[in-house]
């Protein structure tokens, strides 16, 4: 019997009704079962903490939990990797960082490519970093400070948080784009390095602002510049590094990826309701506490935001001739 051509279209689409209905009906119900969130650092880092507060609010909004899973491990690598070799069906998600971008140069033998294989879902917060000194440092501008270290090439101890975190590079940066040549002292964590700094064992960090700030308006360190744009209204009258060092801009940001090929859909409900998350009042308060601003944007322009911190990131990293611990 010859099929008319009529009910050929027909049978061909309703073939494939057949097969692209689960994926639609995945993605107007999602989600229908629990979320895990992926954190590749401990309970009680900043990561975690705000991980826990967005997760709170997206299971309240979305009616299914939102679980914060810790894995840390390999400077968050380990997180990353369970999360890209999950199912992308949007019930595995990371919470992603400045670090993850740092790591696509900084390690050479990863089983996954972080640019590729992370789907950019939102970015969620942005916090700013501080150069600061011990008061014992004579300099007390910028300027002076670079003419100091010119001074004394491979004297003044930089401390840090370990090789290849962010108070690291953000100083290897600063040194790039300055021309001096700076001791680099890394820790296991900030919070040794901070310590040394505060004793004067040290004497220059690239620290993240909420952990330093108490320390800053207690005058036991002395700040000569922020790492954004422009100035910040929680340090009047400490200058942007950029005025000095045109360009210079860093901070440490989070948001949340989840494995390539997630439907567009759920990323897309994702999006909408992590943004709508950040605008709510008592988040941003929340968030104020902690020296962190928001910074919703759309999956592209997170996407975007990725792209360019990999390529800045692995141009500090192959100048300074970084190598993983």
Known sequence: MKIQRRQFLQLACASAAVVTAPHFA?????????????????????????????????????GRPFIVENRPGAASNLAMEAVVKAPPD???????????????????????????????????????????VNPSVPAKTVP??????????GKIDMASGGIGTMTHVAGELFEMMAGV????????????????????QTQVMFDTLPTSIAFIRAGKLRPLAVTTRTGLDVLPGVPPMNEFLPGYETSFWLGIGAPRGTPAEIVATLNREINTVLNDPKVLSQLATLGDTPIPTTPDQFGALIASDIKKWGEVVKFAGIKAE
Do not use: W
């Open 26 to 62: 995945r993605a107007a119900d999602y989600p229908n079962r629990p979320v895990r969130l992926f954190v590749g650092f401990p309970a009680g880092s900043s990561m975690d903490i705000v991980a826990r507060m967005i997760g709170q609010r997206l299971s309240e909004r979305l």
């Open 90 to 132: 949007g019930y595995t998600l990371a919470v992603v960082a400045t670090i993850n971008a740092i790591n696509t140069t900084l390690y050479n033998n990863l089983e996954f490519d972080f640019g590729k294989d992370i789907a950019p879902v939102a970015a969620l917060v942005s916090t700013p970093q501080v150069m600061e």
């Open 144 to 153: 002076e400070f670079i003419a100091y270290a010119k001074a004394n090439p």
């Open 181 to 200: 040549k700076l001791l680099h002292v890394p820790y296991h964590g900030s919070p040794p390095a901070l310590i040394d700094l505060l004793r004067g």
